[in-house]
């Protein structure tokens, strides 16, 4: 069993960054395909970013390409959402997964196999 816990959500101002952190434990990260689901008010949740076992392959969600930056760190087994310029539509709840495979970017995250339980993003206008 793997456990995911949240940090670095927030309220910020359009414009600004936060950086969002996952702390795994149960299960060594380098294992594990790791990435970020996010789901706004009224809407589903869907991919946001994320990166494989090895860290050389990351992936973005076409609205937060350029501007989120996703790493991780197999020493202190945590990734990292690094999030700048922020858009009020980036308000939502932001998700950690943690998948046996690849972390499948679409399907709002039906197949990933662990989760976290959330850290809000407020971003004001």
């Known amino acids: 069993q793997v456990q995911l816990v949240e940090s670095g959500g927030g309220l910020v101002q359009a414009g600004g960054s936060l950086r969002l952190s996952c702390a795994a434990s149960?299960?060594?990260?380098?294992?594990?395909?790791m990435g970020w689901f996010r789901q706004a008010p009224g809407k589903e949740r869907e991919f946001v970013s994320s990166?494989?076992?090895?860290?050389?392959?990351?992936r973005y969600a076409n609205s937060v390409k350029g501007r989120f930056t996703i790493s991780r760190d197999d020493a202190k087994n945590t990734v990292y959402l690094q999030m700048s310029s922020l858009r009020p539509e980036d308000t939502a709840i932001y998700y950690c997964?943690?998948?046996?495979?690849?972390?499948?970017?679409?399907?709002?995250?039906?197949?990933?196999?662990?989760w976290g339980e959330g850290t809000l993003v407020t971003v004001s206008s």
């Open positions: 997964a943690a998948n046996r495979f690849a972390i499948p970017e679409t399907g709002g995250g039906i197949e990933v196999d662990y």
């Open positions: 149960g299960r060594a990260l380098f294992t594990l395909g």
């Open positions: 990166i494989n076992y090895s860290g050389g392959n990351t």
